[in-house]
Structure formats: structure tokens, C-alpha cells
């Protein structure tokens, strides 16, 4: 990697520190000066900025799908790995995000800004977990269970580097996912599938139309 690529990656690593400070700031600065204004400011820095930032770096610096590496032995800095830091202060703190579950509809409109394609009247519980919003197809009337795990990533450590397996998750519609499943990346889900609690649909797997997986 080269040195100017090497900067770029410290720089990515940083995100979410700023991104927390810049929180903390604003929070110190409405209790001082008891502003309004700043509560709105809270409210985009948390929520808008993240998925806009992550909209206008996509094109410059694209997630490949399918099988690549990351870190400092790598060609170029990985698309991955800037989306994951963008949306790290949501694994750190998943209250923010929980917090957006309570108004319906507004959870989904959230993550259509980072790119997601949702459908309508989907039904989030206040546990489930997305831990890759711009990669995910979720269809209609779907109901995703209490820590309900979905990941569009894998890694595996491969020698001194680590494989980075990317894919989109594509449920479709009436689709129900139980306590505690786990959806991984590349899987597909047909309409109407019912996932048993805790249940596993590994990658690249495809659960068929009205199948009841377990």
C-alpha cells in the first residue's frame, strides 16, 4: 500500500472517534447554552451526516462485492471497511438506532438514506441488528425479529491478511425472521419465509418461497 493510501486508511480509522467527540461537543453545548439549534445539529450529526457521507464516498472509494482483502498489505484502501467505519458509532452505542425503531416507518427511511432498498410497512423490533445498511433488500410487510442478526460481510483471517467476503442480503416480501436469527451475507430469502429462532441462513444460501427454515 502506499504511503498516501496509508494516510487515507489511519485517516478512515479515526471516523469514529471524530464522530464521537463531535457528538459529545454538541451534547456539552446545548446544556451550557440551552439551545434549540443545537439539538437539531445533534439530531443531523448523528443521523444525516453518517449516511451522506457514506453516499458521496461510495462512487470515489466503491465496496467490491464478492471476495477481497483489507488492511495495510493490501493495493488500496477497501470501500468495506469505510462504510463499517462510517456506521461504527451505531455498534458502539446501538441506543441511537434503537431510538429511530420507536416511530414507524422512520427506522426504514433511515436506511434507505445509506442506500438500502426497503420496502414498505416493515416491522422492526427494538434488538434487531443491521450491521451493513447500504447492502441490504428487505421487501414488504416483513417483521425482523428481537436480535435478528444481519450481516452482508464475513472475514477470515488468510496468512498476514484478512479476506473480506462482501455480498447483499436479499429478502423478500411477508418474510418473518425469529428471535435471534442470523442472516449472512449473499443470502437470499423468498417471499413468505418463515426463520425459526435462532436459526442460521448461512451465505450464499437461498431459502425458497415459504419455506420454514430451522
Not at 93 to 107: A, M, N, Q, R, T
Not at 127 to 153: M, T, W
Not at 203 to 210: C, H, L, Q, S, Y
Request: proline share 5%.
Amino acid at each position: 500500500m502506499s504511503p498516501n493510501n496509508k494516510s487515507l486508511l489511519f485517516l478512515v480509522g479515526l471516523i469514529p472517534t471524530m464522530q464521537f467527540l463531535l457528538m459529545i461537543g454538541i451534547l456539552i453545548r446545548s446544556v451550557v447554552e440551552k439551545s434549540s439549534l443545537m439539538i437539531v445539529l445533534f439530531f443531523l450529526v448523528v443521523y444525516i451526516l453518517p449516511p451522506l457521507m457514506w453516499r458521496l464516498l461510495r462512487p470515489l472509494i466503491p465496496a467490491k462485492m464478492g471476495a477481497s482483502y483489507l488492511g495495510v498489505h493490501t493495493e488500496s484502501v477497501n470501500g468495506w471497511f469505510v462504510s463499517y467505519q462510517i456506521q461504527q458509532i451505531y455498534n458502539a452505542l446501538p441506543f441511537l438506532e434503537s431510538v429511530l425503531k420507536l416511530i414507524p416507518g422512520f427506522y426504514s427511511a433511515w436506511l434507505r438514506l445509506w442506500g438500502a432498498r426497503i420496502g414498505k410497512k416493515v416491522n422492526w423490533t427494538a434488538q434487531s441488528k443491521i450491521v451493513d445498511r447500504p447492502f441490504i433488500h428487505i421487501g414488504d410487510r416483513c417483521l425482523i425479529g428481537n436480535e435478528a442478526y444481519l450481516s452482508a460481510h464475513a472475514i477470515k483471517k488468510k496468512d498476514d491478511r484478512y479476506l473480506l467476503y462482501l455480498k447483499e442480503i436479499s429478502i423478500g416480501s411477508d418474510v418473518v425472521l425469529s428471535l435471534q436469527s442470523i442472516v449472512g451475507p449473499g443470502a437470499v430469502i423468498g417471499n413468505r419465509a418463515f426463520i425459526m429462532a435462532r436459526a442460521a441462513v448461512h451465505p450464499n444460501t437461498t431459502v425458497t418461497e415459504g419455506q420454514v427454515y430451522e
